[in-house]
């Protein structure tokens, strides 16, 4: 019998796929071998998405809407999802039938954002929270996918946010639901006042529970490490902001806020993760769209010219440096190098409706000079300035117009001395 029973559900299985049921899967946009995490991250996606408070002139965002919020209550629980694995619909609607029970789509909305199913005018909201990730300016150069970590408050599952262990929610007895109670003072012989303040007993909530959760400890809300997947754009600003509607702290009594993260540049490494590949372009320095590059010169190199550089970009593309013979370079010249600087941040990326443009790449020439030098080499150098010096050279001192010795101030003949 055992057997008939579970040859019928698999065939009932295979007949509602047959007359076109959704499939949970394909409705969060997974396949089969999705993780808790991606469940959990397109319920987050799609529910937002569709709504019916975020799109009023749309009807058909309700049933979406429900449909999402069916797929994920069937997959985001391992037991349930393993009915639906086996069985499909026909399992769940079993399951359901035994106790299994089924929530409201806006409920289960709450309970994962926080607050209330719909937003309500007026209705209260939750700080938003604002979180700093640093960002290397190899991934601002390239743009990056990438995740970080920060301990948000969630609302118990345990309890589904009741702070019971046994889910279930007493009135107050002490201040009959209302979260206050009327306190009586006297001032005075004779004189009374009635003074309104928060419930002791219930915290001001109304609501009372026998049992506290182990998980929670009756609070309602824990504390958990959550991953928030962050998209890096080409030529982000440093200081950019992104964000997160409704991703902040989570509670029962009120709508979650927004997460606020922004990014920054960090100072780059020598080695690791900041620079796998040893690229010259990660010691770049960024100002708006250009960057800037400090590039060192012999004295020879800078006075004679004849010399190359090779520098490796952020990306792995080689920016080329150089000088002809003959060719001087001042120190602290700085060389405009056109389009090899920073990408020019554009909502549309590079993509059919965008060409990415890019800022410049601002070389500055540092000349090292030699600390001392042969005898042999000094002398041929001797000769040699003093031989242009005397055919061509110029008395800077001369062209001055200084003084060749210090003028004193001579002293008033008239000035009596006292």
Known sequence: M??????????????????????????????????DKQ??????????????????????????????SEAYEALSDAESRQIYDKYGHEGLKQRKQQGGGSHDPFDLFSRFFGGGGHYQPGQRRGHNVEVKVPISLRDFYNGRATEFQWNKQEICEKCDGTGAADRVVH????CNGRGVRTVRQQLAPGMVTQ????????????????????????????????????????????????????????????????????????????????????VDGVFFRRRGDDLLWREVLSLREALMGDWT?????????????????GQVVQPGHVETVEGEGMPRWAEDGDSVYHKTEFGS??????????????????????????????KKGVDLHKDSGRPDKPVMQQQDEGHEEL
């Open 361 to 390: 790449l601002l070389v500055e020439y540092v000349v090292v000079l030699p600390d001392q030098m042969e005898s042999g080499m000094e002398k041929e150098l001797w000769q040699l300035f003093q031989k242009w010096r005397a």
């Open 39 to 68: 469940i959990k991250s397109a319920y987050r996606q799609l529910s937002k998405k569709f709504h019916p408070d975020k799109n009023p002139n749309d009807p058909s965002a309700h049933d979406k809407f429900v449909l999402v």
């Open 171 to 174: 009135t107050c007895p002490a």
């Open 2 to 35: 055992r057997v008939l029973k579970t040859v019928l559900l698999s065939l009932l299985t295979l007949a509602q796929f047959a007359l076109g049921a959704e499939d949970y899967y394909k409705v969060l946009g997974l396949d089969r071998q999705a993780s």
């Open 195 to 278: 003074v309104q303040m928060q419930c002791d007993a219930c915290g001001g909530r109304g609501k009372s529970i026998k049992h506290r959760c182990p998980a929670c400890n009756g609070e309602r809300v824990v504390r958990k490490a959550t991953v928030v997947s962050l998209n890096i754009q080409r030529g982000m600003a440093d200081g950019a902001r992104v964000a997160y509607e409704s991703e902040a702290d989570a509670s029962p009594d009120y709508v979650a806020g927004d997460l606020i993260v922004t990014v920054f540049e960090k100072e780059p490494g020598l080695e690791g993760e900041d620079n796998p590949d040893r």
């Open 309 to 325: 550089r090779n520098l490796t970009h952020l990306d792995g593309h080689i920016v080329h440096l150089g000088r002809k013979r």
